[in-house]
């Protein structure tokens, strides 16, 4: 009777352990799968907007430079904003392989979009935006974060990299100008990822949400114009 009850407990021990792992597997998997998306989409819309500068005409460094820029500059903040070490950037070569290949599709398909690189660039920083918005709360909430700071950082990760490109190419950020929803649309993906998940939804299906109203957001405020008001309103 003792063997058996001791069989019994290992194998409901090896079972508890293997259900740990199973849950977790797919979340650390799916934090990698949507941070490498970002980066890529990141990078992608950072080179196409690098290429489509008319003021400036960047040069191969000039372009991967800034596409790199676009697309690690959210989640480096965010890394150091955690300190819980080195930026995950700095630690796996796969980010830098991940921006480096949205940079050089970006160059390569640049000029073949022509009168649709606006529209490209738009749906895919969107994209690029949800992504981001969500990897950054996600990581927050591993971290042992709270929901406040958890929505705030992830829309510094959406945010930060677009803002560190514009800086280093003279524009202003974005998310500064006068009627764009960018920050905005960040802020809500997060919210929204936040939300399901303290509802106590699958981080998948959280995922899914919360990327899917930062991304939908945007292209709604683009298409039916929707846009912010100057605080200062000169008569």
Same mark, same amino acid.
């Given at each position: 009777?003792?063997?058996?009850?001791?069989?019994?407990?290992?194998?409901?021990?090896?079972?508890?352990?293997?259900?740990?792992?199973?849950?977790? /597997?797919?979340?650390?998997?799916?934090?990698?799968?949507?941070?490498?998306? %970002? #980066?890529?989409?990141?990078?992608?819309? *950072?080179?196409?907007?690098?290429?489509?500068?008319?003021?400036?005409?960047?040069?191969?460094? +000039?372009?991967?430079? /800034?596409?790199?820029?676009?697309?690690? *500059?959210?989640?480096?903040?965010?890394? !150091?904003?955690?300190?819980? +070490?080195?930026?995950?950037?700095? #630690?796996?070569?796969?980010?830098?392989?991940?921006?480096?290949?949205?940079?050089?599709?970006?160059?390569?398909?640049?000029?073949? $979009? %022509?009168?649709?690189?606006?529209?490209?660039?738009?749906? #895919?920083?969107?994209?690029?935006? %949800?992504?981001?918005?969500?990897? +950054?709360?996600?990581?927050? !909430?591993?971290?042992?974060?709270?929901?406040?700071?958890?929505?705030?950082?992830?829309?510094?990760?959406? #945010?930060?990299? *677009? @803002?560190?490109?514009?800086?280093?190419?003279?524009?202003?950020?974005?998310?500064?100008?006068?009627?764009?929803?960018?920050?905005?649309?960040?802020?809500? *993906?997060?919210?929204?990822? $936040?939300?399901?998940?303290?509802?106590?939804?699958?981080?998948?299906?959280?995922?899914?949400?919360?990327?899917? @109203?930062?991304? %939908?957001?945007?292209?709604?405020?683009?298409?039916?114009?929707?846009?912010?008001?100057?605080?200062?309103?000169?008569?």
């Amino acid at each position: 009777m003792v063997f058996e009850n001791r069989v019994t407990w290992v194998h409901a021990r090896r079972r508890s352990r293997y259900n740990v792992r199973a849950v977790k /597997l797919p979340i650390d998997t799916l934090f990698s799968l949507i941070d490498f998306l %970002g #980066v890529f989409m990141g990078a992608l819309g *950072g080179a196409l907007a690098a290429v489509r500068d008319t003021r400036y005409k960047y040069d191969l460094v +000039g372009v991967t430079g /800034l596409a790199v820029a676009s697309a690690l *500059g959210g989640g480096i903040t965010r890394d !150091l904003i955690l300190q819980k +070490g080195p930026p995950l950037a700095f #630690v796996d070569a796969r980010y830098l392989m991940a921006a480096l290949a949205g940079a050089a599709i970006g160059m390569m398909f640049a000029h073949k $979009i %022509g009168k649709n690189t606006e529209r490209a660039i738009i749906f #895919v920083e969107a994209a690029a935006l %949800g992504l981001f918005s969500v990897s +950054g709360s996600t990581r927050a !909430l591993n971290a042992g974060m709270s929901r406040l700071p958890a929505l705030l950082l992830g829309t510094t990760t959406a #945010v930060g990299g *677009g @803002c560190i490109r514009d800086v280093l190419s003279g524009s202003t950020p974005k998310i500064f100008e006068r009627g764009e929803l960018f920050a905005i649309a960040a802020a809500f *993906g997060a919210a929204a990822f $936040i939300a399901c998940d303290a509802q106590h939804f699958s981080r998948q299906l959280s995922t899914i949400v919360g990327s899917s @109203c930062g991304f %939908g957001l945007r292209l709604l405020a683009l298409r039916y114009h929707w846009a912010t008001k100057p605080i200062r309103m000169d008569s």
